[in-house]
């Protein structure tokens, strides 16, 4: 595949990987891992990439891959036997789906309900493969069975549901990975997980296996992993990071940004570049500038960065600029590859193969 | 090819259009045009999707369509031979893929800038097409040209170039467009208007040719089509909408939703479903809810639309959900297919075929 020479040459809006950047931030958290008992499985759903996720498989402190969607799950086993649905999967078809995946691979998903249970048990006993299950517990915001005896009760059922096995418990506390403030975050990460690790002592007291804990993400990484019982993390933002995890402080660079080009100096004070919203979310706010000194985004529109540049700046239409955006997952599920640079040298050209829902691709 | 048979079927989370509804709205504008001098080039960058836009064209009252990149461009010349980029082309790779779909069909873009002129005269020139070439007077926020002084000489330097043909002037008001407040937007709009025709006089009187006024939006379709001397609206949401411009009291429906699952209850006053900003983007709000009464989005992670309900739902995992987006144009974007259905049947799925950028699909 022929692919664009320089930076110069990338067609913009285009996201751009500096490769260096993003092996450093596999190796940090490789290095900090390392030798500890608690393993990664980095969350697919970050960069829906197969070319990064092989390289973070490859650091060697992976039990496997963390997905959020059946779609992500089919692309993950392109290139790892071991997926976890860390989501709850919910419909006959999507149950079928992952019975299909379990007939080559190993698959697990989250369950919190009767209902999904038994459409994944159905589906298993229909390919006679066996669904791996992670009771999830509802230690946040989002979803989940209740601590405590709803947990061993979800758990019990799972235990004794055909086609299914029980192979241990998760939680995800959105509510802490969020929170700006170091002693916050921690100090709710910390009562998040330890409801959890109750959740886990109470199903094993019953008698019931609990061979997984996963839980954590990339705000919460070295505070979820010096938690004893957590077996492994979910971590995915790391490996390219965001403005609004760089202000968590943490020892990931920032390894990905949106490529534009000025189309318009409409006055002394800003420029407009063709990377709007389109290419770049704001979700967790309007991304930062980079490399350009005293400019900063104003806001995005669809189709155009309105950038704020000193009356003295130089930038009129033709000239690159470049974002760094706050938020890596919705940003990246914008486009369909990512152009890889060692300084100003594209050296390849990487398929984003999980974008959107690969269910709404299928020629069926 | 064959497609989930009822509303039920649809793989979640996805974007479902009601055809009638889609219909009703064409037929609306259509009315509203039809024996008036001011034509539509509906916006194709509202919904990037072919079969709507034949839809629109079909109507009888379009000059020919009009589109925000030359990825549309491209996806747009296999149904149209009179295409407008409302905006700035910058970069010889777009100005030569713009002077190659000029070989076959009539394609205009607007200009501000010498070098976006000087681009595009060089590309044509290579090609021995004729591109078309509107100076976009900055009106509103955006981008353009000064009105005025600096807009004739720029249509004087256009009506000089080789390559080039000054076919007329553009503008586009958007802070106008997004005023919630009728009598506010009505003045805006107004105001802004009057400056793009005084620079279209000063533009004949200077003797160039102006032979497009090009301008508004569904917010002001109805303000800027009574402004003499505009030719033609570049309006697109009208035909599917969403719910800020729903607020406006405009006489189109809501005719497109994204579906979704249930795939949590994680208190008796929420529910968790499938369709989270991946599917609905939140840059002008939250969605609202279809159809269920009492329930409101509360807000949207990444994957999961957190859903307020009165205690009294019996809304639980496998129950369908279904919201009103906020902006069409970015929600659309997120998403391979529509499913088309009329009341439960689908009976279409139509591919969002300039859905990202086009040239990242490339094999080269």
């Known amino acids: ?71 992500e799950a089919e692309v993950a086993a392109t290139f790892c036997d ?77 235990s004794d549901t055909a086609g299914v096995e029980l192979q241990g418990l998760m939680g995800y506390a959105g509510h802490a990975a969020a929170m700006d403030d170091r002693t916050q975050r921690e100090a709710a990460e910390r009562s998040a997980i330890e409801r959890l690790l109750a959740s886990v002592a109470a199903v094993r007291e019953a008698g019931l296996p609990c061979e997984i804990v996963s839980a954590g993400s990339t705000g919460t990484y070295d505070i979820t992993t010096q938690m004893q019982g957590v077996t492994e993390i979910q971590a995915g933002s790391y490996v390219l990071m965001d403005t609004a995890y760089a202000k968590f402080g943490l020892p990931f660079e920032q390894a990905f940004w949106v490529q534009g080009t000025v189309v318009s100096r409409p006055s002394e004070t ?61 940003t990246i599920n914008l486009h369909d590859v990512f152009y890889v640079v060692e300084g100003d040298r594209v050296v390849n050209v990487w398929p984003i193969e999980a974008r959107g829902y690969r269910e709404q691709r299928q020629p069926d």
């Open 1 to 71: 595949m022929t692919h664009p020479r320089t930076l110069a040459d990338i067609p913009t809006p285009a996201l751009v990987i500096d490769l260096f950047a993003m092996e450093r931030n596999i190796r940090t958290m490789e290095d900090y891992l390392s030798g500890g008992p608690c393993k990664l499985r980095p969350h697919f759903k970050a960069h829906k990439t197969p070319e990064i996720a092989k390289r973070q498989l490859a650091a060697g402190t992976c039990t496997g891959i963390t997905v959020a969607t059946v779609g």
């Open 82 to 158: 071991d997926i976890l649905i860390a989501n709850q999967v919910i419909g006959r078809d999507k149950a079928a789906r992952v019975a299909e995946l379990a007939k080559s691979i190993k698959i697990a998903v989250a369950i919190e309900s009767e209902l999904g249970l038994d459409q994944l048990s159905e589906a298993a006993q229909r390919t006679g493969a066996t669904i791996g299950a992670l009771v999830e517990v509802n230690i946040g915001f989002r979803a989940g069975t209740a601590p405590g005896e709803p947990a061993v009760a979800l758990a019990r059922r799972a």
């Open 270 to 330: 800003r420029v407009t570049a063709d990377c709007g919203h389109k290419s770049c979310t704001m979700d967790h706010g309007v991304p930062d500038m980079k490399d350009i000194e005293g400019a900063s985004v104003m806001f995005l529109a669809d189709e155009h960065a309105m950038i704020a540049v000193p009356p003295e700046s130089t930038l009129k239409p033709g000239d690159p600029v470049a974002m760094w955006p706050s938020h890596i997952d919705p």
